[in-house]
């Protein structure tokens, strides 16, 4: 009985790690999630920017359009 007490306490032990372990982990994640949230990396530029992607312009291309356009000139 003796063999058979020692392997659930070292069973016991590995779960207590395990546990721990993930607990840090969940944790870890939601501080490095805390930090970041107030990160707009989004905002609307100010100052002297170029628009970069004009939605409303008159020209109207198809996917396979864009694609090709992207291949050829890699933009």
């Given at each position: 009985m003796q063999m058979g007490a020692r392997a659930i306490w070292n069973g016991f032990k590995i779960l207590i790690v395990f546990a721990g372990c993930t607990a840090m982990f969940y944790y870890g994640i939601l501080f490095v999630i805390d930090e970041y949230q107030g990160d707009e990396r989004f905002e609307e530029p100010e100052?002297?920017?170029?628009?970069?992607?004009?939605q409303d312009s008159g020209e109207d291309f198809s996917f396979r359009e864009r694609l090709m356009y992207l291949w050829i000139r890699g933009e």
């Amino acid at each position: 009985m003796q063999m058979g007490a020692r392997a659930i306490w070292n069973g016991f032990k590995i779960l207590i790690v395990f546990a721990g372990c993930t607990a840090m982990f969940y944790y870890g994640i939601l501080f490095v999630i805390d930090e970041y949230q107030g990160d707009e990396r989004f905002e609307e530029p100010e100052g002297s920017a170029i628009k970069v992607f004009d939605q409303d312009s008159g020209e109207d291309f198809s996917f396979r359009e864009r694609l090709m356009y992207l291949w050829i000139r890699g933009e």
